[in-house]
């Protein structure tokens, strides 16, 4: 291992000029107008994973965005990890907030600045320099590698379920790892083992067959936009509870345990509402911080847009206003029920004065991972040598839709091995990643792929 670790601290400024280049491509998987820019990264993608001596590498065309695969099998006897990660980015608007480009990696502080940095071409790059590190040197890997990059991840992976399906032999392996969480702070690290699900909506309504001049009409009119709002407006009560109706049917109460373990990790709620420039937190009653982000169901309205926005005023009483609503979930809510139920409350909710119509975007369930498994307890190992810390265990508020589906269709569990924070400003302008975790992450996935045989070898012995 010490010609590995040596390796990765003398590549340190190549890592960064390639991980720019990557970075320079806007794999922006919702937008149609980036189709060419998916296709390009996955080009880059596979002549960098060629060029570090992994084999098979293709890409696989999906319904969707194309997926790029890779191996290296020649460790016999080992286990077989496949690491799962994304190389679709969130658009980076508001692009006027950036302070850099966004499609420019640029070095600030000891942070990377640009979009995807941290979510997730800089962690799936850990990845690829902590596997380039032994191959250059030695030529063989620890363990068995696959891999798997989508370019769905930000849009739901609409078509990668239908892909595993289609592929279970090529995606055969004993466990997954996933790099595309965080840390619980800087200079804290953790293992994540639970995330929300989603169900992401979108709201439509109509008032008057056309735009009305808002003096000639209003007064015997709805607004569209008002009636929106008011039912907005009413999905949550006032301690804080979404009041669809069901919402919390399925929703697995926490165990003593379970609390009393948040309860024990190093936050403050006051520093947390500073960071956010907020006078005030907001949240469910009855609930901590940290098991309202993790643990319990919530309604956000994402955007919404309606009616007259441009430069100065025009009195106009728009026909039509929409909404974009997500609601993260929790075990063991589903999606889907959730979607069904979401629909029918806004339905009942509805004045006569307008009429609506709902839409279901996309959905992912949540998941909870076993942490006693020799996957999670290579990481804590792996993150101890990395980082010089024991880490802690953690859930997170976010969603990894796929996790689900691997466990589903393929019979494996995820381990969740991330190394951003929670401050790096993902889906949001000016996001970066933290230079000692990617270096610290190289050196963490080269200890993992090291140590993980051991301990896969002791849980058969059990
Ligand atoms: N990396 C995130 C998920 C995440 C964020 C996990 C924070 C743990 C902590 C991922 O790229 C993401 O943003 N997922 C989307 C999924 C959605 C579009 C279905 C999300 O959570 O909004
Ligand atoms: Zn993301």
Redesign the pocket.
């Known amino acids: 291992m010490e010609n590995i670790l040596l390796f990765i601290e003398s590549n340190h400024s190549q890592y960064l000029s390639e991980l720019k280049e990557l970075l320079a491509i806007p794999s922006v998987s919702s937008q149609s107008e980036r189709k060419p820019e998916m296709h390009r990264t996955a080009e880059w993608l596979k002549n960098h994973m060629t060029n570090i001596g992994l084999q098979n590498v293709q890409i696989l065309e999906t319904e969707g965005h194309p997926v790029v695969y890779a191996d290296w099998l020649g460790a016999a006897g080992k286990p077989t990890i496949l690491i799962y990660g994304?190389y679709d980015v969130?658009p980076e608007d508001p692009v006027d907030l950036w302070k850099t480009p966004p499609f420019e990696a640029t070095e600030r502080d000891g942070h990377l600045y640009a979009r995807g940095a941290a979510?997730?071409k800089g962690q799936i790059f850990i990845h690829l320099k902590a596997l380039e590190a032994f191959l250059k040197n030695g030529g063989t890997l620890p363990a068995n590698i696959k891999i798997i990059f989508e370019g769905e991840?930000?849009?739901?992976?609409e078509h990668l379920s239908k892909f595993i399906a289609d592929h279970k032999d090529l995606l055969k392996a004993d466990l997954i790892v996933i790099s595309?969480?965080?840390f619980f702070a800087k200079g804290v690290p953790s293992v994540?083992y639970g995330?929300r699900g989603?169900s992401?909506m979108e709201v439509e309504v109509t008032g008057p067959n056309s735009d009305l001049h808002s003096g000639s009409f209003g007064g015997s009119v709805h607004n569209p936009i008002q009636a929106l709002t008011e039912m907005i407006a009413s999905l949550h009560d006032n301690n804080g509870r979404i009041t669809v109706k069901g919402m919390y049917e399925d929703v697995r109460l926490l165990t003593k345990a379970e609390r009393a373990a948040f309860k024990k990790l190093p936050w403050n709620d006051r520093k947390y509402a500073k960071s956010l420039g907020l006078k005030q937190l907001y949240g469910e009653k009855g609930f901590t911080t940290l098991e309202r982000l993790w643990a319990r169901p919530t309604l956000e309205c994402n955007g919404i847009w309606g009616g007259y926005t441009g430069e100065g005023a025009k009195t106009v009483l728009p026909s039509k206003a929409f909404a974009k609503i997500s609601m993260r979930l929790v075990p063991d809510q589903s999606s889907a029920k959730i979607a069904k139920l979401f629909e029918k409350h806004i339905k009942a909710i509805t004045p006569k004065t307008i009429d609506v119509k709902v839409r279901d975007l996309?959905g992912?369930d949540p998941v909870l991972t076993p942490i006693d498994s020799p996957g999670v307890q290579a990481a804590v190992a792996a993150l101890e040598k990395g980082f010089g810390k024991k880490p802690l265990y953690q859930r997170?508020?976010?969603?990894?839709?796929i996790v689900v589906d691997f466990k589903r269709l393929l019979g494996i569990d995820s381990v969740?091995l991330?190394f951003?924070l929670p401050d790096e400003n993902?889906?949001a302008p000016n996001e970066f990643i933290d230079l000692d975790n990617f270096f610290g992450g190289i050196k963490t996935a080269a200890h993992y792929y090291n140590e993980l045989p051991q301990f896969w070898k002791n849980k058969k012995k059990r």
């Open positions: 994304h969130q979510d997730d991840e930000e849009i739901g992976s595309d969480s965080d994540t995330l989603i992401y996309h992912g997170d508020g976010g969603s990894i839709p969740l991330g951003g993902a889906h």
